[in-house]
């Protein structure tokens, strides 16, 4: 899996050989001795499925939690060490057990038991022996373990959320409030302010809910825990199993580092009004979206490989047992799932049986864009999200001596704005015992390279290479360089070599500047060498007569462009199989705030070397977008006490926005180099409904509600998926099934327009008695017609809506239209609506 922040790095794939465990050697060559980890799913049902009722009571449907009486537990959570668990329940003993009769006398090694979302179990053995399991009669599936991969101060203001949403719910210290959010990360740093419970004013209960425990290892102490971050455990097994877990870097506990978790649970639910302090400047106070609303914290990603199927199902499983009411995943699969569709892997059955729990599940896009079925989450009770700059940039500059202005960036002071500082060169600046044949020493990474007497004073060029990009060059050590040289700042150029890569703003301490554009910095250079003054006869410089001064990065500026999908966030249509078959389902669903967001970040944080020791980072990525949604589902289901997961989705499609701040289009990215150049107006496919409208979502009117035996019947009317439906779930499709388009989903996506399609919605009515219109626009190629056009609808009713679509021509093209559900009371209701191949007659007929 990945994690889908800011960086695309390939984890390691699966090893298949330990002899720690299983006694093969690394010189056998025989295949049936090979190890590897098994996800082993039984046809009983999981514990959920039987007690569906009193999960619902435990799951949230609390309707008091506005009031005392559901949250009653005033004590801290409950801490245990790996050594303190009890007892075995009793379908572990069954899992036991199975394994001894089926692999008798042999050696195995059971990581998990999978008690409560699927009943199974992860287990390291042979092909051999996962064969043998597989032929069992009790076993329905044995699936190949796979790898997967992580994919604020200002949001919650361009949101909307201080005069919006936290008004609505009376203010950001009751924003939130006793919902649960569990996120499947890197961990959590339990010392950041953001997660802090000191709330003296006012009481701070946990949630009567939510049974999970906070896991004490010696990095992550008793008392890490709080009425805030009211759980914490890890998950690890199946990396450790493989040899390639790094106990110094990825820390066998809860406690995050890497950065990533920390970042994307201070995003969701971080305290309010917490000070970002980077690089010893002040860039205003930070808030999570439900910023009261509690944390709950299920480490199944590492910094040294990212993560494991077996282990992130172990943490979804556990986190719907402890009785979380949302879970956020900013991570993806490494690849799509084989098999006859993407819906059928363990990650998205075990979150299909959380969604019947009730859980509202969020997931990152993925950070594979602007490709069309780039998208890395697939399946309709997901709610998938990509990512967008919102209207904050930091932009920096530097002024030549010859009055030519460079854009760039860092987050750096400015230097003396009354003053021109002189350029010098660190390829001219070297003293008499620098290598003279080091390659690198233009990146400035070793003072003991530089003549401090050339330096001191004045602005030193280095140059931003690939090895930059791979790490092993850093602006932190340029800066420190610089610094204990004396300069007056730094200028970096990007190397020739380095060819549409984008930088997120960079903290320095001292006056700097990255200049991203290569052909800015051939302007940079060109300025450079053309204001030396050389000896003739010797060639020697004598004087450095180019000029410049920095104007500084740290004070932000607003953009009205924004909110535009970046070109990064992964694309609809989604691919429904390996085949890249198109279902027929909108993804992503909406898009967030992704771009340049700070927020909370771990003291001991690996994943960005720029902002190590920092404790707030400025990420970038579908991971960042993500938890803004988890944040908002927190407002709704504290509103909406009763909302199913789909119908807080829905209340979050149906209110998004279709327009940016100037009131045109929102426009999307389509190239990773030069972005803003290469851009059009946003689709369904590149924006899903919209850009997320957190006060409409409070207040959405109507809503389109789909429930588990909905998403059961459409899996079943997958051609060839009933063993694969029985595999997983433990039931039979022998009843009805539903078409892709016949999900009751807030969107409508028709892959295949043969002449003509009816297509039924219904909506319910959340809000007081209303009487709504029905308009729409018909995409290019179709015509579309909606009955009824007008309908008056009470509190609490449904109303049935008929959407003919007929094809006009023949066109492989995508094309995209929009139903509007008007009411008298201003509500707005969009669904969007999108088809791809149109055949408006029967070529064969003659």
Known sequence: ?????????????????????????????????????????????????????????????????????????????????????????????????????????????????????????????????????????????????????????????????????????????????????????????????????????????????????????????????????????????????????????????????????????????????????????????????????????????????????????????????????????????????????????????????????????????????????????????????????????????????????????????????????????????????????????????DAGNFNQSVVKGNLLICSYSIRFVLGLSTIKQALETADNLSAAGVVFYMDPYVIGFQLNPIPMRIPGIIIPSPDDSKILLHYYNSSLERDESSKKIVKFGGLASVSGGIKANFSHSAPKVMYYSARGPDPEDNFLDVADILKPNVVAPGNFIWSAWSSRGMDSIEFLGESFAMMSGTSMAAPHIAGLAALIKQRFPSFSPSAIGSALSTTASLNDKNGGPIMAQRAYTNPDVNQSPATPFDMGSGFVNATGALDPGLILDSSYDDYLSFLCGINGSSPVVLNYTGASCGGSTLNATDLNLPSITVSKLNQSVSVQRVVTNVGSNETYSVGWSAPYGASVKVTPTHFSIGSGEKQVLIVFINATMNSSVASYGRIGLFGNQGHSVNIPLSVILKISYNNTAG
């Open 1 to 445: 899996m990945q994690m889908e922040g800011r960086r695309g790095v390939g984890f390691f794939g699966l090893v298949l050989c330990l002899a720690v465990f299983v006694g093969c050697s690394s010189a056998q060559s025989d295949s049936d001795n090979v190890t590897a980890v098994y996800i082993v799913t039984l046809k009983q049902a999981p514990t959920s499925h039987y007690y569906d009722d009193e999960l619902r009571v435990k799951q949230g449907r609390h309707n008091k939690r506005n009031g005392s009486e559901g949250m009653s537990r005033l004590d801290k959570p409950r801490n245990t060490s790996r050594m303190d668990r009890g007892h075995k329940p009793y379908i572990d003993r069954v899992h036991d057990s199975l394994l001894k009769r089926a692999l008798k006398g042999e050696k195995y090694l059971k990581l998990y038991s999978y008690r409560f979302l699927i009943n199974g179990f992860a287990v390291l053995v042979t092909q051999q022996q996962a064969y043998k399991l597989s032929t069992r009669r009790e076993v329905s599936n044995v699936v190949l373990d796979f790898s997967v991969r992580t994919a604020t101060t200002h949001t919650p203001q361009f949101l909307g959320l201080p005069q919006g949403a936290w008004a609505q719910e009376g203010g950001f210290d009751t924003a939130g409030e006793g919902v649960v959010i569990g996120f499947i990360d890197t961990g959590i740093d339990p010392m950041h302010p953001s997660f802090s419970d000191d709330t003296p004013e006012k009481p701070y209960p946990i949630p009567q809910h939510f049974s999970g425990i906070c896991e004490v290892t010696r990095d992550f102490p008793s008392g890490s825990c709080n009425r805030k971050l009211v759980g914490a455990r890890h998950f690890a097994a199946s990396a450790i199993t493989r040899g390639i877990f790094n106990a110094t870097q990825d820390y066998a506990s809860p406690f995050d580092g890497d950065g990533h978790g920390t970042h994307t649970a201070a995003i969701a639910a971080g305290n309010h009004g917490i000070a970002v302090v980077v690089a010893g400047h002040t860039f205003g106070n930070a808030s999570g979206m439900a910023p009261r609303s509690h944390i709950a914290v299920y480490k199944a990603l590492y910094k040294s490989f990212g993560g494991f199927a077996a282990d992130v199902v172990a943490a979804i499983d556990q986190a719907a047992q402890d009785g979380v009411d949302i879970i956020s995943l900013s991570i993806t699969p490494n690849r799509r799932p084989p098999g006859i569709a993407t819906f059928f892997n363990p990650i998205d059955m075990a979150l299909l049986s959380a969604v019947k729990a009730g859980i509202f599940v969020v997931q990152a896009a993925g950070n594979t864009g602007p490709s069309p079925k780039s998208i890395s989450s697939f399946s309709p009770w997901i709610f998938t999200v990509g990512a967008a700059a919102h209207d904050r940039i930091y932009s920096n500059s530097i002024i030549l001596g010859n009055n030519i202005t460079i854009s760039g960036v860092g987050l750096a002071p400015g230097t003396d704005k009354d003053s021109m500082y002189t350029l010098v060169s660190a390829v001219h600046a070297l003293n008499t015992t620098a290598a003279a044949n080091d390659m690198y020493v233009s990146e400035c990474q």
